[in-house]
C-alpha cells in the first residue's frame, strides 16, 4: 500500500530526495510520514504531514534539513533531505502517521529504502 524508493549511498553533506507512492486507501484522508530504523536501533518516526499537506512535524535530529511534502492528486509523499549526516544512515519507511508527543506510526507500511551516508 506504501512504496518508498529513492534511497542509496550519499556522501555526508549530500542530499536526497525520497517518494512514496501510496494506493488501496484514500490516501487524502490520512496524515503520512517518514520513518527510519538504523542498524542495531529501533525504528523512529522522522516526519510527518498532515492530510491537507499544510502542516509538518519534525524530530528534531533532522528540523532545518529535512523537509516533507505530498501531492495528494498523485498519492505521493516526498522526503527531501540535505546536508546528511553519517547518523541518518537507516532503511526509511513511509507510513501513515499520527503526532502525540512524538510521531507514532499507523497501521499503513510499505517496504522501506536503504539511505548510507558514508564517505
Known amino acids: 500500500q506504501l512504496q518508498a524508493s529513492g534511497g542509496g549511498l550519499v556522501q555526508p553533506g549530500g542530499s536526497l530526495r525520497l517518494s512514496c507512492a501510496a494506493s488501496?486507501?484514500?490516501?487524502?484522508?490520512?496524515?503520512v510520514g517518514w520513518f527510519r530504523q538504523a542498524p542495531g536501533k529501533g525504528r523512529e518516526g522522522v516526519s510527518c504531514?498532515?492530510?491537507?499537506?499544510?502542516?509538518?512535524f519534525y524530530v528534531d535530529p533532522v528540523k532545518g534539513r529535512f523537509t516533507i511534502s505530498r501531492d495528494n492528486a498523485k498519492k505521493m509523499v516526498y522526503l527531501q533531505m540535505n546536508s546528511l549526516k553519517p547518523e541518518d544512515t537507516a532503511v526509511y519507511y513511509c507510513?501513515?502517521?499520527?503526532?502525540?508527543?512524538?510521531?507514532?506510526?499507523?497501521?499503513?507500511w510499505g517496504q522501506g529504502t536503504l539511505v548510507t551516508v558514508s564517505s
Open positions: 507510513a501513515t502517521c499520527t503526532v502525540v508527543d512524538g510521531i507514532w506510526p499507523g497501521d499503513r
Open positions: 488501496g486507501f484514500i490516501f487524502e484522508d490520512f496524515s
Open positions: 504531514i498532515n492530510f491537507r499537506g499544510d502542516a509538518a
